[in-house]
């Protein structure tokens, strides 16, 4: 009867915010990340004035620039890709590179990472000043959240993933700030947060593979990305997360 009561109760806990690192590999400054399903591979912004796709093991697959003078930010938009500068310039491109309009702006900002929301909004955040942004495709802001107000406060956030089968965003704060990563829902309301210095020091960049559960962090020092099997936070009452996007090629 006890043995019975246990299980009834770790089956009604909640799931909570977990990481087990599954491998890691050496990759010269990634700064931010974006899986794609298509190549079974990571988009890797290095700063630098080029985009690289690189396999889940670290071969280089692809790379070409864009308009803007460097890329410091980079993620999937539907089937194509949305870059940023940090300087407050975007640029849309196709994964073979040719520009799809203009590079835009929205006037200064420091964007560290970018992620597509369900509606097609896109979602930056940015270190100085410390922000959480929500802006339409054009780059018209909607709705912002000043980080260091979040309880505990995310001063330097730098990378951004949205887990398609949550909703939830995961931000990593990097070493200048706690060297966490944080759990907010769709919302921009924190969950959780799990410390990452075991793993690795100043956290840049984040990415899903949510076909298969994993996470892929990018780290400045040590120029290493390092990949995960990720558990979400969920409620007692929440469904199975269905299955996500994964390799499409075999």
């Not at 915010?17 to 400054?29: H, Q, S």
């Amino acid at each position: 009867m006890k043995l019975v009561l246990a299980f009834a109760l770790c089956a009604s806990q909640a799931a909570a915010l977990d990481l087990v690192e599954t491998g890691r590999y050496a990759l010269n400054r990634p700064a931010s990340l974006d899986y794609d399903p298509t190549f079974c591979g990571l988009w890797i912004a290095n700063e630098g004035p080029e985009v690289i796709l690189v396999t889940l093991e670290g071969d280089e697959l692809r790379r070409f620039g864009s308009d803007l003078s460097r890329v410091k930010a980079i993620t999937l938009e539907g089937d194509n890709l949305l870059v940023a500068d940090g300087y407050g310039g975007f640029q849309r491109l196709t994964k073979s590179g040719e520009p799809l309009g203009a590079v835009f702006t929205r006037g200064w900002a420091d964007t560290e990472g970018l992620a597509i929301d369900a509606d097609g909004q896109i979602i930056s955040v940015e270190d100085d000043p410390e922000r959480l942004s929500w802006l339409e495709p054009d780059g018209t802001p909607v709705r912002v959240i000043d980080t260091k107000t979040m309880t505990p406060p995310i001063y330097e956030a730098q990378g951004i993933a949205r887990d398609p089968r949550t909703g939830h965003l995961l931000i990593v704060d990097d070493l200048e700030g706690s060297n966490s990563l944080y759990e907010l829902d769709s919302e921009g309301k924190l969950l959780a947060s799990v410390p990452l210095l075991q793993y690795g020091v100043d956290p840049e960049g984040i990415a899903i593979r949510p076909g298969s559960g994993q996470l892929f962090i990018a780290f400045d020092q040590g120029a290493m990305i390092v990949s995960f099997n990720y558990t979400p936070t969920l409620p007692e009452t929440a469904d199975p997360l269905p299955p996500g996007a994964d390799c499409m090629l075999f």
